[in-house]
């Protein structure tokens, strides 16, 4: 079955870095997009970044352009959120999910991760 799960999340100081990974399976992975979601508490999921299937296309949140970067390895069915000069209002739990294309609505994807928390501190 597929099973998407994130790893990387903690606790950092503001104007630090996290590199939060996901790790794909039971699935074709360089067959679909993936993308990175956040849920700040008590809060809708909120778009932060996807990548086409190649990893040729990424779009970005205004909020976190120039800032985070998304990627993928297909060889290693993983992808990956380098995130920089971390600000506390980037405090979330954060998800990755899977796509059939690039997408910034959460109802284009089908399969989510169980999340991992990123705390920043100010």
């Known amino acids: 079955q597929v099973q998407l799960v994130e790893s990387g999340g903690g606790l950092v100081q503001a104007g630090g870095s996290l590199r939060l990974s996901c790790a794909a399976s039971?699935?074709?992975?360089?067959?679909?997009?993936m993308g990175w979601f956040r849920q700040f508490s008590g809060k809708d999921r909120e778009f932060v970044a996807t990548?086409?299937?190649?990893?040729?296309?990424?779009y970005y949140a205004d909020s976190v352009k120039g800032r985070f970067t998304i990627s993928r390895d297909n060889s290693k069915n993983t992808v990956y959120l380098e995130m920089n000069t971390l600000k506390p209002e980037d405090t979330a739990v954060y998800y990755c999910?899977?796509?059939?294309?690039?997408?910034?609505?959460?109802?284009?994807?089908?399969?989510w991760g169980q999340g991992t928390q990123v705390t920043v501190s100010s």
């Open positions: 999910a899977r796509a059939f294309a690039a997408a910034t609505l959460s109802s284009e994807y089908d399969y």
């Open positions: 039971g699935y074709t992975f360089g067959r679909y997009a």
């Open positions: 990548i086409s299937r190649s990893g040729g296309t990424t």
